[in-house]
């Protein structure tokens, strides 16, 4: 079951991309939802379309929106956001991107994202195709493992929990969550275990980047939905960690270096969570919010 969810930085959203009336609105992260049907209740959107490429969210998604007033003017496809861009040929007024893993995939208790969950290690957000999260711990070289958790989890024992997981392959393959976390954990000096984040978070994120290959992606599907802006057209990307942060201001950055006269940024700052919306909901608190407009 499609488990809902708080949207992050909803007012900020609005503020920006619903910035005229008559919008024709793409959601490339559909997720719960929560994004896209506060848009249509808006009063401001001519049609919207949702992407997802879990097909849960997919098909919780349909039938919200069969269910709901809007379901003449909204529309939902399974498929990954890089995907679409590549054939696509629509033009939108608002764009809105939630990238990364949604709260309702920390939740699912079989799904493997989280190391607070006993579970099988898949991690794929779209589990109709590609390799399990388990497959690639116990395929991949030590190198490979240590370089992987390293760029994508930023981790520092990289070299000592890949050493670590190889060791323990050798005896059994590694397929749930708290054999990974196990591994993390004792790799870590004893010291520093019980200290935030815990020994397993890095490692967990750096193996879900690399299971659905999101910073490439992303960083590839960016020209394409600035492509996909009409004239006066926004498009606004929140990311939850600072390796998706910088791929998004980078590229916002060279589109108007590239066109200064066609293209302007809106946030010279990322846009935060407020305190308030931080004790409402704590998973805001690294939020960030960026957008840009064509002219």
């Known amino acids: 079951m499609y488990k809902e969810h708080i949207s992050v930085l909803l007012n900020e959203c609005e503020e920006y991309l619903l910035h005229k009336p008559d919008l024709d609105y793409l959601d490339i992260t559909f997720g719960g ?13 001519k049609s919207a379309l949702g992407l997802d490429q879990d097909i849960e969210a997919y098909n919780n998604g349909k039938k919200k929106i069969e269910a709901s007033k809007f379901s003449d003017i909204a529309n939902i496809k399974h498929i990954n956001f890089g995907s679409f861009v590549k054939d696509n040929t629509l033009k939108f007024d608002s764009i809105l991107g939630d990238i990364g893993v949604s709260s309702h995939h920390f939740d699912s208790d079989e799904r493997g994202f989280s190391f607070k969950r006993e579970a099988d290690l898949d991690m794929r957000m779209n589990t109709t195709e590609g390799e399990k999260a388990s497959d690639v711990l ?15 989890g930023e981790e520092r024992l990289s070299r000592k929990i890949a ?78 960690h600072s390796l998706e942060d910088r791929i998004v201001k980078h590229s916002f950055r060279k589109a108007y270096q590239n066109d200064q006269d066609k293209y302007a940024i809106l946030t010279k700052r990322p846009l935060i969570a407020t305190d308030e919306e931080v004790s409402k909901n704590p998973r805001s608190r690294s939020a960030k919010l960026r957008v840009i407009e064509k002219k």
């Open 33 to 45: 939802g929560g994004h896209y049907f506060s848009f249509l209740e808006s009063g401001k959107i």
């Open 138 to 152: 116990n395929s991949l070289k030590e190198n490979e493992l240590a370089d992987m958790f390293y760029h994508y």
């Open 163 to 240: 050493a670590r997981i190889v060791e323990k392959r050798r005896e059994n393959k590694i397929i749930k969550t708290s054999e990974l976390e196990e591994i993390c954990f004792l790799a870590y000096p004893k010291h520093m275990r019980h200290k935030k984040p815990h020994p397993a978070t890095r490692v967990f994120q750096a193996l879900r980047i690399y299971v659905n290959d999101e910073l490439n992606i992303l960083e590839q599907s960016i020209p394409g939905l600035l492509d996909a802006l009409k004239p006066g057209g926004r498009l606004g990307l929140i990311s939850f």
